[in-house]
Antibody, heavy 115, light 107 residues
Framework: EVQLKESGPGLVQPSQTLSLTCTVS????????VHWVRQPPGKGLEWMGV???????AYNSALKSRLSISRDTSKSQVFLKMNSLQTEDTAIYYC?????????WGQGVMVTVSS | DIQMTQSPASLSASLGETVTIQCRAS??????LAWYQQKPGKSPQLLIY???SLQDGVPSRFSGSGSGTQYSLKISSMQTEDEGVYFC?????????FGAGTKLELK
């Protein structure tokens, strides 16, 4: 069974760095790419970036200067790090599998940026 | 970036009614379009990909059509469980972009 699960802190202080982990099961990170998508409360979806199955990455240019995505294939984990967080980064953060489209999603993790 | 414009922003439909949601891309996306349904407190679920292909397990009352810059999602007979927010998404170019969503409620 394909599963993705996000984990990380629920609260981050302004200007600090967010670190999230997406742990996957039921497929290999070397066969499928994994994307990060976020959703501010009550708003729409924003694509953030991708860890390609081959190991390279691509980022939304709006976030590129602050965002880093990496992985540990032995642990089936994809990591997101984003620095200089502001209140507008408050959102639910999802990881999702790329099967040409986003066919499986994690449950999401709510991240609040507040002092 | 490719802009995705959805309409309407919200609508209500009666049981059994046919519902249509529109999505327009700012440039030709060559059928590189998906539709997702999101229920409150849940993650999005893929309904349609490649503009018109039904994802496994999705009821056949859902269908997608369109080409070029204009696409639509149709629900042939509204059911209670179809309430939620529907998003379109282009998968042709990075950054992948989503429509703002259409909130569908039961009348």
């Amino acid at each position: 069974e394909v599963q993705l699960k996000e984990s990380g802190p629920g609260l981050v202080q302004p200007s600090q760095t967010l670190s999230l982990t997406c742990t996957v099961s039921g497929f290999s990170l070397t066969d499928y790419s994994v994307h990060w998508v976020r959703q501010p409360p009550g708003k729409g979806l924003e694509w953030m970036g991708v860890m390609w199955s081959g190991g390279s990455t691509a980022y939304n240019s709006a976030l590129k200067s602050r965002l880093s995505i990496s992985r540990d294939t032995s642990k089936s984990q994809v990591f997101l790090k984003m620095n200089s967080l502001q209140t507008e980064d408050t959102a639910i953060y999802y990881c999702t599998r790329d099967n040409n489209y986003f066919d499986y999603w994690g449950q999401g993790v709510m991240v609040t940026v507040s002092s | 970036d490719i802009q995705m414009t959805q309409s309407p922003a919200s609508l209500s439909a009666s049981l059994g009614e046919t519902v249509t949601i529109q999505c327009r891309a700012s440039e030709d996306i060559y059928s590189g379009l998906a539709w997702y349904q999101q229920k409150p407190g849940k993650s999005p679920q893929l309904l349609i990909y490649g503009a018109s292909s039904l994802q496994d397990g999705v009821p056949s009352r859902f269908s997608g059509s369109g080409s070029g810059t204009q696409y639509s999602l149709k629900i042939s007979s509204m059911q209670t469980e179809d309430e939620g927010v529907y998003f379109c998404q282009q998968g042709l170019k990075y950054p992948y972009t989503f429509g703002a969503g259409t909130k569908l409620e039961l009348k």
